[in-house]
């Protein structure tokens, strides 16, 4: 898999122009291949580590309500445990790194509620194969994130633990569902985050805080056990950094195989590129505003994207407007019935029998997958093959495509959705349009930070063919480091 050195800038460096000496940044502010290299040379203590994220968790989270669950003895020992295997000669690629876990991902003796009053006494039995792998390497679990009921809505707040707030202004949101894993690690608390993304919830709240957030393709980073999933067949492991570099490194050290997983692929080694180096200039790239589904956007949030997506054309990269083919059918959102009808079948008598201890928003999925008929799933599942078909007829011509992550800033954190959306009135899922459809279509997908409009971020998504993680990954660094 892909290991990315730090992000290059755009335009190139004058030669011969000397760098200014780097001085040692504090903890939360430091990369985390940095960290744990500082670590593995028994240069800085894990529990050092430990203690300092702690104190920030203690100050900051109050005011972000982003980690839900938080043991700081906890941490402390796994810190120590990390200190006495590097004291006898282990080799801990992660070592010490503090990393949040979203609240559907079980992470063993952490209750784990998925945002509800259904789970909010279930204690998880063991760690997900995520977590598993990241502890094993040397990474200390800092905490448990917030996230919307199921994971099921657009922004992160529950009866059980309420609303998560956006990381720059305490009156928004940071969207959803993982708006506790952004909004914890925008804030420096933790230097990575798991979370999971069945249709947008890793990349969209990653857009909106300022995040790099990664939809692999499916069964890159096993997910063997767990929860039931609402979005069966949809959702896959997500990670998010602050660079693209942190998140290609953790991608990197998540991704295998395991046959425990129904999606599961035994990919060989050297299908992808195994080079930290940008990808060649001559990829075929397409830029698609709209996404050729007349989806709105704000006008400043498209000005901000275009003018990166110009200032990649300034710096050589030969990106085409073009968007993909997409059957008619294909609008926002156009598989939600899956979503509604998952939801009915795990959680439907739990809602007749007390409508009390779910969210309402989510009763009324529920209620809505309750008049799904079994012909309606079909012709569902048949859509998802014609769109899948109409993406890889269009990856015949190009290479990678880039379109909006999301087409608006972060909106106040008492409503669903913004009302309007580029002059126009938008559905409660009109913010989430551009990220479902790679779900659908089981393509990675990354949302790089691609600049600010009114002082809140956003983000720019970079797409490519399903199993071509590091192609996407690649070009996010150049995307990163290419400022108008």
């Given at each position: 898999m892909n290991r990315l050195a730090a992000s290059p800038?755009?335009?190139?460096?004058?030669?011969?122009?000397?760098?200014?000496?780097?001085?040692?940044?504090?903890?939360?502010?430091?990369?985390?291949?940095?960290?744990?290299?500082?670590?593995?040379?028994?240069?800085?203590?894990?529990?050092?580590?430990?203690?300092?994220?702690?104190?920030?968790?203690?100050?900051?989270?109050?005011?972000?309500?982003?980690?839900?669950?938080?043991?700081?003895?906890?941490?402390?020992?796994?810190?120590?445990?990390?200190?006495?295997?590097?004291?006898?000669?282990?080799?801990?690629?992660?070592?010490?790194?503090?990393?949040?876990?979203?609240?559907?991902?079980?992470?063993?003796?952490?209750?784990?509620?998925?945002?509800?009053?259904?789970?909010?006494?279930?204690?998880?039995?063991?760690?997900?194969?995520?977590?598993?792998?990241?502890?094993?390497?040397?990474?200390?679990?800092?905490?448990?994130?917030?996230?919307?009921?199921f994971a099921c809505k657009g922004v992160t707040s529950n009866l059980v633990y309420g609303a998560t707030r956006h990381p720059l202004d305490p009156t928004l949101t940071p969207g959803g569902s993982s708006g506790g894993a952004v909004s914890a690690l925008a804030r420096g608390l933790g230097l990575l985050a798991l979370a999971t993304d069945a249709g947008g919830s890793t990349r969209r709240p990653a857009a909106h805080c300022g995040l790099v957030g990664l939809k692999p393709s499916p069964g890159l980073v096993p997910h063997p056990w767990g929860f039931a999933e609402p979005n069966y067949g949809l959702s896959v492991i997500g990670v998010l950094a602050r660079s693209v570099a942190d998140c290609g490194w953790a991608f990197d050290l998540l991704a295998a195989y395991d046959a425990g997983d129904p999606a599961g692929v035994p990919i060989p080694s050297g299908l992808t590129q195994p080079t930290p180096e940008l990808p060649p200039r001559g990829l075929r790239i397409a830029w698609s505003p709209r996404l050729g589904c007349d989806f709105a956007i704000d006008d400043d949030v498209l000005a901000a994207l275009q003018a990166r997506v110009d200032a990649l054309r300034t710096a050589g990269w030969q990106i085409a407007d073009a968007d993909p083919p997409w059957p008619p059918e294909a609008r926002e959102y156009p598989l939600i019935a899956l979503?509604?009808?998952?939801?009915?079948?795990?959680?439907?008598?739990?809602?007749?029998?007390?409508?009390?201890?779910?969210?309402?928003?989510?009763?009324?999925?529920?209620?809505?997958?309750?008049?799904?008929?079994?012909?309606?799933?079909?012709?569902?599942?048949?859509?998802?093959?014609?769109?899948?078909?109409?993406?890889?007829?269009?990856?015949?011509?190009?290479?990678?495509?880039?379109?909006?992550?999301?087409?608006?800033?972060?909106?106040?954190?008492?409503?669903?959705?913004?009302?309007?959306?580029?002059?126009?009135?938008?559905?409660?899922?009109?913010?989430?349009?551009?990220?479902?459809?790679?779900?659908?279509?089981?393509?990675?997908?990354?949302?790089?930070?691609?600049?600010?409009?009114?002082?809140?971020?956003?983000?720019?998504?970079?797409?490519?063919?399903?199993?071509?993680?590091?192609?996407?990954?690649?070009?996010?660094?150049?995307?990163?480091?290419?400022?108008?």
């Open positions: 800038v755009c335009p190139e460096p004058v030669e011969g122009q000397d760098a200014a000496p780097a001085s040692i940044p504090p903890l939360h502010d430091m990369d985390a291949r940095e960290l744990a290299a500082r670590v593995a040379r028994r240069d800085l203590p894990a529990t050092e580590v430990a203690r300092h994220f702690i104190a920030r968790v203690e100050a900051l989270n109050p005011g972000l309500n982003a980690i839900v669950q938080f043991d700081p003895a906890r941490v402390l020992a796994e810190a120590e445990a990390v200190d006495r295997r590097l004291a006898a000669g282990e080799s801990l690629p992660l070592a010490g790194v503090p990393f949040t876990v979203k609240d559907n991902l079980w992470v063993e003796g952490y209750r784990i509620a998925q945002g509800s009053l259904l789970f909010e006494d279930f204690v998880a039995p063991r760690d997900a194969w995520a977590v598993a792998r990241l502890r094993a390497l040397g990474g200390v679990v800092l905490g448990i994130t917030n996230c919307s009921e979503q509604h009808a998952g939801l009915h079948a795990l959680y439907g008598e739990q809602w007749v029998a007390d409508p009390t201890r779910i969210d309402p928003v989510l009763g009324a999925q529920i209620e809505t997958g309750a008049r799904i008929a079994p012909a309606d799933v079909a012709r569902a599942l048949r859509l998802r093959e014609r769109i899948a078909h109409a993406l890889a007829g269009f990856f015949e011509h190009y290479d990678l495509l880039l379109c909006p992550s999301a087409p608006v800033t972060a909106w106040p954190l008492d409503q669903l959705g913004p009302p309007v959306i580029g002059g126009q009135p938008a559905g409660p899922r009109g913010h989430a349009a551009f990220t479902p459809l790679f779900n659908y279509c089981g393509v990675p997908a990354c949302s790089v930070p691609a600049g600010t409009v009114r002082g809140l971020p956003v983000g720019l998504q970079v797409v490519a063919p399903r199993y071509e993680d590091a192609r996407v990954l690649g070009f996010a660094a150049a995307v990163e480091g290419c400022i108008p």
